[in-house]
């Protein structure tokens, strides 16, 4: 089976603007959770959609938001970028409620 | 509320030596545990995972781990370290307070295996 894919790969943004990324899951899983990795907060966890719906959200400003379509392949906006928006994004795919999460590669964005 | 503290932020070891790395959990009830590990430039990969049952979990690569309920504690091991092993690694657990796929992770602990 192929792995959990997003893209793109790297990112560089200014200030301001808005940027969306894309994440698809593992054939056949349903859930797809995101989470922001940086250097100074680790690894914090954004929201998790199951069947297109927003299970849990982490906190995080409403600038960041996500969805989910109907093949399971999810996206995620950040409006109104931050230079503190600049981290490794991580997106994660899931069979069911007890199994592990399967991460993709990550998309690097740079807010300058 | 939920957390996973890792109390080394680096571990140095020899290859052919034995690895250890540290985690510690507090959660009410019973702990979904996890653990990760990140090469440079990468995702996580899935190492392994306790949900119940026996306290030594096997995983892949190798590693193992040892679910300690009394200590609150999930270390990692691996008899024989190997160079390539050098990465980040993590320690998880999931947030009970939801049925979700809310992992709560700790900050990671950066492994170097030297020749």
């Known amino acids: 089976k192929a792995g959990v894919t997003q893209t793109p790969r790297y990112l560089i943004k200014t200030r301001g603007q808005q940027v969306t990324l894309s994440c698809s899951p593992i054939?056949?899983?349903?859930?797809v959770s995101w989470y922001q990795q940086t250097p100074g907060q680790g690894l914090q966890f954004l929201f998790e959609?199951?069947?297109?719906?927003?299970?849990n959200k982490g906190n995080f400003p409403g600038r960041f938001s996500g969805r989910q379509f109907s093949n399971s392949r999810s996206e995620m906006n950040v409006s109104t970028l931050e230079l503190g928006d600049s981290a490794l994004y991580l997106c994660?795919?899931?069979?069911?409620?007890?199994?592990?999460?399967?991460f993709g590669p990550g998309t690097r964005l740079t807010v300058l | 509320a939920q957390s996973v503290a890792q109390p080394e932020d680096q571990v140095n070891v020899a290859e052919g030596n034995p690895l250890t790395v540290k985690c510690t959990y507090s959660?009410?009830?019973?702990?979904?545990l996890f653990w990760y590990v990140q090469y440079p430039n990468r995702g996580l990969q899935f190492l392994l995972k306790?949900?119940?049952?026996?306290?030594l979990v096997k995983g892949s690569y190798g590693f193992e781990a040892e679910f300690n309920k009394s200590q609150t504690s999930f270390h990692l091991k691996k008899p024989s370290a190997l160079v390539s092993d050098s990465a980040l690694y993590f320690c998880?657990?999931?947030?009970?307070?939801?049925?979700?796929?809310?992992?709560?992770f700790g900050q990671g602990t950066e492994l170097s295996v030297k020749p």
């Open positions: 994660a795919s899931r069979f069911s409620t007890y199994n592990e999460q399967f």
């Open positions: 054939s056949g899983h349903r859930s």
């Open positions: 959609y199951f069947s297109e719906t927003q299970r």
């Open positions: 959660v009410s009830g019973n702990p979904y």
């Open positions: 306790y949900i119940t049952g026996d306290n």
């Open positions: 998880a657990v999931r947030d009970k307070e939801n049925q979700g796929g809310k992992l709560i």
